[in-house]
């Protein structure tokens, strides 16, 4: 279970980012790439920062797929499954993805993975494409991705 942000950190966060001329989408993009998410304690002082209502503060995150208001889970997995990639396979890449991970799509976190459909990552000429924790990768192949895919587990493992 997440810790919410301390009023102060969510401030301090909010006066890194909201630089002279940032706008409301520079800003929440640059948030969730320091931190992996949008915190919603951020929202109130993003609302003072930009003289704007809270209300359009959260619209904007919540209106936006890409923006998360939750941690990401450890692993995140996001597939093309737009015309060029499906025509090179995608969806079979998607039924062989689901049965290695144990995990369903567009479904949430489940055991630390998280799968998501996107709709092209513009690499339409290297389809099948994907991101495994916001990298792309193209060309891929069941092999590649269970090759891929552990090594990002490997590389996010938590060791106490
Ligand atoms: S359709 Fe998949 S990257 Fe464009």
Do not use: W
């Not at 799509?105 to 993975?113: I, L, N, Q, Y």
């Amino acid at each position: 279970m997440r810790q919410p942000l301390s009023a102060v950190a969510a401030e301090e966060l909010v006066r890194r980012h909201a630089v002279q001329g940032a706008t409301l989408m520079s800003i929440l993009h640059a948030i969730q790439d320091e931190t992996g998410f949008v915190p919603p304690e951020t929202v109130e002082p993003l609302a003072r920062a930009l003289s704007l209502s809270r209300a359009e503060v959260h619209g904007t995150i919540t209106y936006y797929h890409h923006f998360r208001s939750e941690p990401p889970a450890r692993v995140t997995v996001q597939l093309c499954r737009a015309e060029a990639c499906r025509s090179m396979g995608t969806e079979a890449l998607k039924d062989h993805i689901e049965g290695h991970t144990g995990c369903r799509f567009d479904s949430g976190h489940a055991e630390d993975t998280e799968l998501e459909s996107v709709y092209c990552l513009g690499q339409c000429a290297l389809s099948p494409s994907m991101t495994i924790n916001g990298e792309i990768h193209a060309r891929m192949t069941p092999q590649k991705f269970d090759r891929l895919f552990s090594a990002a587990k490997d590389k996010t493992e938590v060791t106490a």
